[in-house]
Nanobody, 127 residues
Framework: QVHLVESGGGLVQGGTSLSLSCAAS????????MGWFRQAAGKEREFVAT???????????KYADSVKGRFTISRDSAKNMVSLHMNSLKPEDTAVYYC?????????????????WGQGTQVTVSS
């Protein structure tokens, strides 16, 4: 059983940077397919980024088009943590950000494929 706790959210100005962390317990993050999703008020949860387990033979990371080139997902195996580094933030990035685990080990961009979620952390970007 994996337990996830996100942190790092806050209120920032547009154009600045913020990093989110997802601390995992129960299993090493290096063995997990993990993703970041976000949900803005009144909208459906949407994919942000995913990182494959180290045993995955294909691609390592994938990003939503809306964040490509601005956001970076990374893994720190020593801390058993996955991070989301967000640059050039825009007001439309405002949302609750969640990290999640895909139990299949095949990295996915579909929220329905993830079965373990953190509690979320609020990111608010002012214009």
């Amino acid at each position: 059983q994996v337990h996830l706790v996100e942190s790092g959210g806050g209120l920032v100005q547009g154009g600045t940077s913020l990093s989110l962390s997802c601390a995992a317990s129960g299993r090493p993050v290096s063995s997990l397919s993990m993703g970041w999703f976000r949900q803005a008020a009144g909208k459906e949860r949407e994919f942000v980024a995913t990182i494959s387990p180290i045993t995955w033979s294909g691609w390592n990371t994938k990003y939503a088009d809306s964040v490509k080139g601005r956001f970076t997902i990374s893994r720190d195996s020593a801390k058993n943590m996955v991070s989301l580094h967000m640059n050039s933030l825009k007001p439309e990035d405002t949302a609750v950000y969640y990290c999640a685990v895909d139990p299949s080990g095949s990295p996915s961009m579909r929220a329905a494929d993830y079965d373990t979620w953190g509690q979320g952390t609020q990111v608010t970007v002012s214009s």
